[in-house]
């Protein structure tokens, strides 16, 4: 059974930082691009990073190129999005993803596998 778990959500002032974590079980993770997207209330789902499966290569929206990082460690199966300078637009809940082949990293249809989201709030 394949099982994305999101853990390092939480509250921080403007211009803080959060680091979330996302732990995959029941799959051959070094066998899938990892992602990051975020859905606030009343948006749509939208892209915030990627990370091929060999760690090669990385993808971030425009809106948060600078200042998020995506990294992962295939040993133990997790990926991190390390979050610098956050503001209140930021706010949503963060979703990880799993998906496989050389489809769009930035697509959220590409991804067949989801974490069940943490809240990351940033207040002004």
């Known amino acids: 059974q394949v099982r994305l778990a999101e853990s390092g959500g939480g509250l921080v002032q403007a211009g803080g930082s959060l680091r979330l974590s996302c732990a995959a079980s029941?799959?051959?993770?070094?066998?899938?691009?990892m992602g990051w997207f975020r859905q606030a209330p009343g948006k749509e789902r939208e892209f915030v990073a990627a990370i091929k499966w060999s760690a090669t290569t990385t993808y971030y929206a425009d809106s948060v190129k600078g200042r998020f990082t995506i990294s992962r460690d295939n040993a133990k199966n997790t990926v991190t999005l390390q979050m610098n300078s956050l503001n209140p637009e930021d706010t949503a809940v963060y979703y990880c993803?799993?998906?496989?082949?050389?489809?769009?990293?930035?697509?959220?249809?590409?991804?067949?596998?989801w974490g069940q989201g943490t809240q990351v709030t940033v207040s002004s």
């Open positions: 993803a799993a998906k496989q082949g050389p489809y769009d990293s930035t697509w959220h249809r590409n991804y067949y596998y």
């Open positions: 029941g799959v051959t993770f070094s066998s899938y691009d």
